[in-house]
């Protein structure tokens, strides 16, 4: 159940002073599908993830915009010639941005509850590996419950420094986990707070932050279950103009810190005679790539997209699975096809390594393919 928290429903806006919002609404959908295959040790021969996803941005005013986002997911698990299937429509966001004055953006958000929350055994174990933080797949829960997210955001100029900072607290509500089991879980509530600063160097900016989050206590019928640790989250990106167009190198650094999970003590006869808390694993997930454009001629640009990723996992008791590395290499081709219609055909190739229960290093193939498509009106 700890892999069922929801996603944070706002966007923080921090480094940039806030501009009038386009007058244009926009429509956007696609297609991503995107899969690994393991080697053995894993307890899964392969997994992967149809996405749909469909999304819209309606201008009310010069200063007030609407979002509105939601997606249909499909999730495999292989084991042993055995596929294990999740599917259906994920949880659909709606988000209102206000530019309140020229330096203060407020949002509030809300995650409606139209995917599917309460699984079967079999749904819970694809929803468990999609949800593994290195894979990086993109939907992993299907159903988070409903949930209510404010946020502000300031940026202001000092010299030739932008700084920014932005906060979000989001409150979420219980829902039922598992098909035909009337317990009832309740997510804790997200704190958020970023800090963010920008300079320009001519045509190059660099641009560092630090984001800090924390969680109330996961509730199951009422009861503490599931305390997360605090996270630490630290990037940082440098943009410059060469060629065809932007080039950024970036770098992020996510730390969690180990939280406390409610486990029972039993008898010898298997009955529950008491409760204890035992640490989590603390991890740490360093990213770093490269993303650029090269242009192709004939007025099409090529934008190269390469990035590594490596996690670090640890139990209590010392042992690391989970840990790993994978390294992603692609890219897409932005076009417009039927007049005004932009569309954006992409690619990526995925190879790494994660560590099994017994300490052995499992390798990992993976492949995406994806194709988003915009119309603005």
Not at 88 to 112: E, R
Not at 218 to 232: P, T, V
Request: glycine letters at 14%.
């Amino acid at each position: 159940m700890i892999a069922l928290r929801g996603r944070l429903a706002a966007a923080l806006i921090v480094l940039a002073t806030a501009q009038p919002l386009s007058g244009q609404a926009a429509i956007g959908t696609g297609v991503d599908y995107f899969g690994y295959t393991f080697g053995d040790g894993l307890g899964a021969d392969a997994a992967q993830l149809l996405f749909v996803p469909m999304a819209v941005r309606i201008p009310v005013a010069s200063t007030l915009s609407l979002d509105v986002f939601s997606a249909w997911a499909e999730g495999r698990v292989e084991q042993d010639n055995t596929v294990l299937k999740l599917s259906g429509p994920v949880d659909t966001s709606v988000k209102a941005t206000w530019i309140a004055t020229p330096w203060a953006v407020i949002g509030v958000g809300a995650n409606l509850p139209t995917g599917n929350s309460g699984h079967t055994g079999e749904e819970a174990v694809v929803a468990s590996i999609l949800s593994t933080d290195l894979l990086g797949f993109r939907e992993a829960t299907w159903g988070t419950g409903f949930a209510i997210t404010s946020s502000l955001a300031t940026a202001v100029q000092a010299g030739g420094f932008g700084l920014g900072v932005a906060g979000a607290y989001a409150v979420r509500s219980e829902f039922e986990p598992t098909a035909g089991d009337p317990l009832t879980y309740q997510p804790g509530n997200e704190s958020r707070v970023r800090v963010g600063i920008d300079r320009n160097f001519g045509t190059s900016t660099l641009t560092l932050g630090g984001t800090f989050i924390k969680y109330t206590e996961d509730k199951a019928d009422g009861d503490n279950l599931f305390q997360a640790g605090n996270r630490l989250r630290f990037d940082a990106a440098f943009a410059f103009r060469a060629g065809a167009g932007v080039w950024t190198f970036y770098g992020a650094d996510l730390v969690r810190a180990n939280g406390d999970l409610r486990v029972p003590v039993l008898d010898t006869n298997g009955a529950a005679i008491d409760e204890t808390f035992v640490p989590t694993a603390e991890q740490n997930l360093i990213i770093g790539g490269v993303m650029g454009t090269i242009g192709l001629g004939s007025g099409y640009v090529f934008r190269p997209h390469i990035d590594y990723k490596m996690q670090t996992r640890e139990e209590s008791d010392g042992n690391d699975a989970g840990s790993g590395w994978i390294v992603a290499a692609g890219g897409d081709i932005p076009m417009r096809i039927f007049g005004g219609t932009e569309f954006f055909p992409k690619a990526r190739v995925y190879i790494g390594s994660l560590k099994d229960g017994m300490g052995g290093n499992v390798s990992l193939f993976g492949l995406e393919f994806k194709g988003t498509m915009r119309w603005s009106f």
